[in-house]
């Protein structure tokens, strides 16, 4: 009994965790692109609004950065506390990611450092600007390697098993696993247009709030020119993503589409639900479209779970993990793609309030896409923890007070995410735009266009 209770407490506290740091992990990848972007179009257009952005969102950023880490280490604990029979045999194998992942924080920690504390400190117009490039660099590259450890345990390989003994090791081919491609280019893209859609978000509800300025629209159009270009990206990479699981984790994907029977034309199926005898009733059809998003062709034959063993079928609620993921995703590209046009389209106004609204509902939306990303990529590989090699059950830990373990983190992450809350408002309210304008430029209004 306790070793069955410990394997649920242990997926229970994996999944907080990971739901908790996914959101600090997207953000620290993704807005250093932006804070790059921003002080870029600052120096190349001689214009201080946008090189102002840039050092406000490197405030927040460095409380989000300092939050992550604490959630990034209880992740690496928990891999060695919480599954210690996985860790035995496939910690051999993703030492190597996990170990530099480490280095590109630290990499990124560095230069990150130094961007702060040398604003103002450079005759070169760029030189500050450079600064950034490693911190871009080192955030992408953390989620690069961490995101090759997920990608290994959905198609591993590199290693030789022998019973539970690892006899050879090759690091390098078990990153670049048949995974790899597809999970690092929606992890980044998606990290980059949620990054892009929460800044425009904030930006938003301060025009709503305060009114309209030049250093508002100036900072709404850049964050969602970036929403609307990685928005498409990771459209892209879902395309990629599909086809993958197509030839690789077939079960997923009929998992994840209700694709009871392998046929060719499949449809593409949309919400609905299933009864008892899986039966799907309510559902959207759309004729032929999953034959195509998984193999680039509309009479393509997509296995289906009738291929699959009873045993080894993932939880089939997933497929509303997979909706919501597309149709949230979906809605971001509509917005962002509304803006731009009311942008070059002067018979409308991108700023009305309708339109602000949506934007700053995409900000969470996004972020939810994300999870339910994340919570469909994770389930839909039940019952394996290491596809193909060990099960959820087999790599858990048996002992029987792992609820302690799980009431002493879900007490840290509420003390940790009422603390972000509490110093990222008090350090914006405390420094309004205006007062900081006014110290910077005493002799500029706030409001004019700075050429």
Not at 21 to 44: D, K, M, N, S
Not at 67 to 83: C, E, P, R, S, Y
């Given at each position: 009994?306790?070793?069955?209770?410990?394997?649920?407490?242990?997926?229970?506290?994996?999944?907080?965790?990971?739901?908790?740091?996914?959101?600090?992990?997207?953000?620290?990848?993704?807005?250093?692109?932006?804070?790059?972007?921003?002080?870029?179009?600052?120096?190349?257009?001689?214009?201080?609004?946008?090189?102002?952005?840039?050092?406000?969102?490197?405030?927040?950023?460095?409380?989000?950065?300092?939050?992550?880490?604490?959630?990034?280490?209880?992740?690496?604990?928990?891999?060695?506390?919480?599954?210690?029979?996985?860790?035995?045999?496939?910690?051999?194998?993703?030492?190597?990611?996990?170990?530099?992942?480490?280095?590109?924080?630290?990499?990124?920690?560095?230069?990150?450092g130094a961007y702060i504390y040398t604003w103002d400190r450079f005759k070169g117009r760029y030189t500050h600007w450079y600064l950034s490039l490693p911190v871009v660099i080192g955030g992408g590259m953390s989620a690069v390697f961490i995101t090759t450890v997920n990608a290994f345990m959905n198609t591993p390989q590199g290693f030789t098993l022998d019973g539970r003994t690892i006899t050879s090791v090759d690091p390098i081919m078990a990153m670049l696993n048949p995974a790899t491609p597809s999970k690092v280019f929606h992890v980044l893209t998606s990290s980059y247009m949620t990054s892009g859609a929460i800044l425009a978000a904030i930006t938003a509800f301060f025009i709503l709030k305060y009114g309209n300025n030049t250093y508002y629209k100036k900072a709404l159009k850049l964050t969602m020119i970036i929403t609307l270009i990685f928005s498409i990206f990771t459209a892209i990479a879902g395309d990629t993503s599909a086809k993958f699981l197509a030839n690789y984790q077939p079960e997923k994907l009929a998992a994840a589409e209700w694709h009871f029977k392998t046929e060719k034309g499949a449809d593409l199926i949309l919400f609905g639900r299933l009864t008892e005898d899986n039966e799907i009733q309510g559902a959207i059809h759309l004729p032929k479209l999953l034959s195509f998003l998984s193999f680039g062709d509309f009479n393509s034959e997509v296995t289906g779970l009738d291929k699959v063993d009873a045993d080894l079928i993932p939880p089939l609620w997933i497929h509303y993990m997979f909706d919501l993921m597309v149709i949230f995703g979906a809605f971001g590209i509509l917005i962002s793609m509304l803006f731009i046009v009311f942008m070059f389209w002067k018979k409308r106004d991108q700023y009305n309030k309708w339109l602000l609204r949506a934007i700053v509902v995409n900000a969470p939306l996004a972020m939810l896409a994300i999870e339910f990303g994340w919570i469909f990529a994770e389930v839909g590989r039940q019952p394996w923890i290491l596809r193909g090699y060990m099960r959820v059950a087999e790599g858990a830990i048996s002992s029987p007070y792992v609820h302690y373990v799980f009431a002493a983190f879900l007490i840290l992450y509420v003390l940790l995410g009422t603390f972000v809350t509490l110093v990222l408002v008090r350090l914006y309210k405390k420094n309004p735009i205006q007062k900081e304008w006014e110290m910077r430029f005493p002799d500029t209004l706030f409001g004019g266009d700075q050429k």
């Open positions: 009994m306790f070793a069955y209770d410990s394997v649920i407490l242990a997926r229970m506290l994996t999944s907080m965790t990971l739901v908790f740091h996914i959101i600090f992990a997207t953000i620290g990848a993704g807005v250093p692109l932006l804070i790059c972007a921003a002080e870029y179009v600052g120096i190349r257009k001689r214009d201080p609004k946008y090189v102002l952005l840039a050092r406000r969102w490197t405030r927040g950023y460095v409380i989000i950065v300092a939050v992550g880490v604490v959630t990034g280490t209880a992740i690496g604990l928990q891999l060695f506390l919480l599954w210690p029979t996985f860790m035995q045999i496939a910690g051999h194998v993703i030492g190597l990611p996990l170990f530099m992942e480490t280095f590109a924080f630290f990499f990124e920690a560095i230069f990150l």
